[in-house]
């Protein structure tokens, strides 16, 4: 009997011993690609430029061994000492990284491993985000599997243990009582249910967290609008047509007269093709048909229709019907000027690569502890009046700019002038 219990822990330890070491490799991947998406992502990418550099390689092009420990726990110091630093920031100017003195060495390496075996993976479907979900449904899938298996293996070796526990016990003449079938065994029993309990309670936890996020949201538009075209190939600024958005707490969708400012000259499209994601290609010169009939312009004699009702526009003219893709609950409150004119933040910090979008989708989750971690992340531009630098909207912190001068602090955050205070952003 201790002869086939000595097996069966070591063949349960075996099995948990291979799980282990064939899951090693992807755990540690995970762990890099888990940090560098709650740290890295909002300004950097793998394997392409973004609003920082890509990281794959970035230890191949680094002049020593630990630069980057030093350059992310402090680049503004790395600035002023450093000429590769130095050239960073000169190429990547206004963009300052931000300082991550938190981050281990070992946290650095992780991040700098998943970049550096980062493949893009294969679009499987039209819809934006669809890149990168199967394979991360994948692994949960493949993790699930093997739990299964493994809670599957170890239900039959108790099964196992008993039976051959009750044929030893036969052997030598004891006598016990029929074991209890796993069907009514409370112990089996009580682990079923709390398994089904915790199960139950994870999902409808992240379920009611996951009500009205619209992350990769893209609705489709009355007119096929490409802020690819607009905004990337011919370098129209955001704030030419969403004005408001450094001015008022609404970024403003551009009425139908800002676009015909342009396409009064402009009735063909002759750039490259608009394809959608789902390969469908998109003519340029139609859509451009579609703006002149709400905006009640005739292209063949360069003019307006009469307003032969009395209403005050071109007969025909209306309102362009667009679909609202970003939406934030009635409690919350979001000032984009606020963010634009006084954070000094750019368009791409919210909406993600908008120049590159041939039709714009929700980027980011919009969640609380999303908008949490970039105050407790982003600097503070405060005005320097020996050079009359910096925003005057912060003059009034004298205490931070006089600790910044005798350096107890070498930075401020917005969580540290009240950029996580919950009346700040709830009503």
Request: proline fraction near 5%; hydrophobic fraction near 35%; aromatic fraction near 10%.
């Amino acid at each position: 009997m201790i002869r086939y219990k000595k097996f069966m822990y070591r063949f349960v330890a075996s099995l948990i011993i291979i799980a282990f070491v064939s899951n090693n490799n992807a755990f540690a991947q995970g762990e890099g690609e888990a940090i560098f998406k709650a740290q890295c992502a909002n300004c950097h990418k793998p394997d392409q430029d973004y609003t920082g550099p890509a990281l794959k390689g970035a230890r191949d092009r680094e002049p020593s061994k630990d630069w980057v420990y030093k350059w992310v726990a402090n680049p503004s110091g790395m600035i002023a000492s450093d000429a590769y630093a130095k050239g960073l920031a000169e190429k990547w100017k206004p963009t300052i990284m931000t300082a991550f003195p938190n981050l281990k060495k070992a946290e650095i390496d992780a991040i700098l491993d998943y970049c550096d075996a980062y493949k893009a993976p294969e679009p499987t479907s039209g819809k934006p985000g669809a890149v990168g979900a199967p394979e991360d449904s994948n692994s949960s899938l493949m993790f699930g599997i093997l739990t299964l298996i493994l809670a599957i293996v170890a239900f039959i070796l108790l099964q196992v243990n008993s039976n051959l526990r009750k044929l030893s016990d036969d052997k030598e003449g004891v006598l016990r009582g029929e074991p209890v079938p796993f069907y009514r065994n409370k112990t089996y029993l009580m682990s079923a249910v709390l398994l089904l309990f915790g199960l139950g309670g994870y999902y409808t936890i992240n379920g009611a967290m996951g009500l009205g996020r619209m992350q990769n949201y893209q609705p489709e538009q009355p007119i096929y609008y490409s802020h690819k075209v607009h905004a990337g190939t011919n370098q129209i600024s955001c704030l030419y047509c969403h004005g408001g958005a450094q001015d008022s707490k609404s970024g403003s969708i551009p009425s139908v007269n800002v676009c015909m400012n342009c396409h009064m000259s402009i009735k063909e499209y002759k750039g490259e093709a608009i394809v959608k994601e789902d390969g469908t290609q998109v003519n340029g010169t139609a859509e451009i048909q579609k703006l002149y009939a709400y905006a009640g312009w005739n292209p063949e004699t360069k003019a307006y229709n009469p307003d032969n009702n009395g209403d005050g526009a071109p007969d025909g003219s209306r309102p362009i019907e667009w679909v609202k893709i970003h939406n934030l609950p009635d409690h919350v409150y979001f000032n984009h000027s606020q963010h634009i004119k006084v954070g000094k933040q750019q368009c791409q910090t919210c909406h993600g690569n908008i120049q590159e979008m041939p039709e714009v989708y929700q980027f980011s989750d919009l969640s609380m502890g999303w908008c949490i971690n970039c105050h407790r992340e982003s600097k503070v531009d405060f005005y320097n009046k020996a050079d009359s630098t910096g925003n005057k909207f912060y003059s009034i912190y004298e205490k931070f700019h006089t600790d910044l001068k005798n350096k107890k602090m070498d930075s401020v955050t917005v969580e540290k002038i009240g950029g996580t205070e919950c009346q700040k952003c709830h009503y």
